[in-house]
């Protein structure tokens, strides 16, 4: 005759508290998310910005130097 096994313990489950998200929590962390976007997209463009305005003063003073430069070779 088989010999009846004791059930196996259940494994303990954790005593975490869960974070739960009302309608208004949810829009709030929507509209944060969303600020965050936009404010960090800012940043950005106007870093580009930044950087194509910086390029063409620079190509504009090598076009002003290489024109002055020429002019005095001439002369």
Wanted: glycine content about 8%; charged content about 5%; hydrophobic content about 60%.
């Amino acid at each position: 005759m088989p010999v009846a096994q004791a059930p196996a313990p259940l494994a303990a489950v954790p005593n975490r508290p869960t974070v739960q998200l009302t309608p208004g929590s949810a829009l709030a962390l929507a509209a944060g998310g969303g600020a965050v976007v936009l404010v960090v997209g800012a940043v950005l463009v106007s870093l580009l910005l930044a950087v194509a305005i910086t390029g063409m003063s620079v190509a504009v003073c090598a076009v002003v130097l290489r024109s002055i430069l020429n002019q005095e070779r001439k002369h």
